[in-house]
C-alpha cells in the first residue's frame, strides 16, 4: 500500500477501531508457494489459511478484498522455478462477491476451481458472511492444492 496507515492505529483505541478495518480492506495480500514440491502434504494451504486467520487477521478477515497466490514448482534439477507455474487471484465485493482470477491454468482445472469459488460464493450467501469467502475457498476443499490437482 503506498499510503500507510499503521501508525495511526496507536492513537487511541477509538482511531484502532475505526482504523484497522480500513487497512484491512485497502491491503492486498500476497503468498507465494511451492506446494508442488516433493511430498507436501495435503492440508497445507488449508492450515495455512486457518492460521492465518486466526493469528494475524483475528476479527478482521471479513474486511480482506484481494489475496493472490502464486505457486512454484522444482525444476528437474532440484532448483526453483523463477516463473511461477500459476497464479491465482481472488477478490471480493460486496455488489459482485468472491471472484478469481487464474492464469497458467489449463481449461479443466480453472473449470473446476470457478466451480469450488460459485460453491462458497452460495455458501457465504446463504450464511450472510463478507469476503471470509476468501478463506473458505483456502480451506474448503484441500484435495485442490495436491501435487497433479490443478494443472
Not at 31 to 36: E, I, L, T, V
Not at 62 to 73: A, E, G, T, V
Not at 120 to 132: F, G, M, N, P, Y
Amino acid at each position: 500500500m503506498e499510503d500507510r496507515i499503521e501508525p495511526i492505529i496507536f492513537v487511541s483505541p477509538l482511531i484502532r477501531k475505526e482504523a484497522v478495518p480500513v487497512f484491512f480492506t485497502r491491503a492486498r495480500f500476497h503468498c507465494d508457494w511451492m506446494p508442488f514440491a516433493v511430498n507436501v502434504e495435503k492440508t497445507e494451504v488449508a492450515d495455512f489459511a486457518r492460521i492465518w486467520t486466526k493469528k494475524a487477521l483475528r476479527n478482521n478477515v471479513k474486511h480482506i478484498r484481494y489475496f493472490q497466490s502464486k505457486l512454484y514448482d522444482h525444476d528437474d534439477d532440484g532448483e526453483d522455478d523463477e516463473q511461477p507455474r500459476l497464479k491465482l487471484r481472488f477478490s471480493f465485493a460486496p455488489e459482485s462477491g468472491l471472484q478469481l482470477e487464474t492464469k497458467n491454468l489449463s481449461a479443466e482445472s480453472d473449470n473446476v476451481l470457478q466451480k469450488h469459488v460459485a460453491e462458497v460464493e452460495a455458501t457465504r450467501k446463504a450464511l450472510r458472511l463478507q469476503s471470509e469467502a476468501i478463506i473458505l475457498a483456502l480451506t474448503g476443499k484441500p484435495e485442490l492444492w495436491v501435487k497433479g490437482a490443478l494443472q
